[in-house]
């Protein structure tokens, strides 16, 4: 009996395919990155609004499922109830206070942002460390900026989409030359 050898197959990869995703990826990325640079508070009350939508939307599953099962089966299961109207409750205070969401989550890094400062400046002073001093004045100055303006740990998060987008839209070029 001879042996027969059998040829794999290899299914060839679309690049094509897989290049645009990358460059519609890193574009989204690059808006993405622009919105939360230009409007840092207003990005933290949209994601608020979403939240709020996705949590009353559960709750609003619950409610239908416990209607559901009341009317098919005539079973009373009040616990998807009470978790529907308490969720959908949470889902419109979410939405209704978004921007006290907001200043509240703003003031909260802020406050935090100074007092890590704080305590690198009293350490640098215990060991006469100008390096860690600067580095505690600095984050005093953005928390400071947080509490007050914008959120620039927003800005910052933004800057870094913008910089990773423009990396990958300059190495989409790169591989579309090859």
């Known amino acids: 009996m001879k042996s027969q050898k059998t040829k794999l197959i290899k299914p060839q990869k679309n690049r094509k ?6 460059l519609i990826g890193a574009i989204i990325m690059f808006i993405t990155g622009l919105i939360l640079i230009t409007n840092s508070s ?28 009341k ?34 989550l703003r003031f909260i890094i802020g406050l935090i942002l100074i007092l890590n400062g704080l305590s690198k400046i009293k350490i640098s002073i215990d060991n006469q460390n100008y390096i860690i001093m600067t580095i505690g ?9 947080t509490v007050l303006a914008e959120n620039i740990v ?6 870094l989409l ?3 987008s423009i990396i990958d839209i300059i190495k989409y070029f790169k591989n579309q030359k090859k």
Do not use: H
Request: with cysteine.
């Open 162 to 164: 913008i910089l990773s």
């Open 154 to 159: 927003f800005i910052i998060v933004g800057s």
């Open 42 to 69: 207003k990005a933290v009350i949209i994601i608020c609004y979403c939240i709020g939508i996705l949590i009353s939307l559960f709750g609003g599953f619950n409610l239908l499922n416990y209607y559901r099962l």
């Open 17 to 22: 395919k897989n290049i645009n995703l990358e």
């Open 71 to 104: 009317k098919e089966l005539k079973i009373e299961n009040t616990t998807n109830l009470i978790i529907g109207v308490i969720t959908v409750f949470i889902g419109i205070i979410t939405i209704i206070l978004a921007s006290a969401i907001e200043t509240f």
């Open 137 to 145: 004045i600095v984050l005093v100055g953005i928390g400071l900026y």
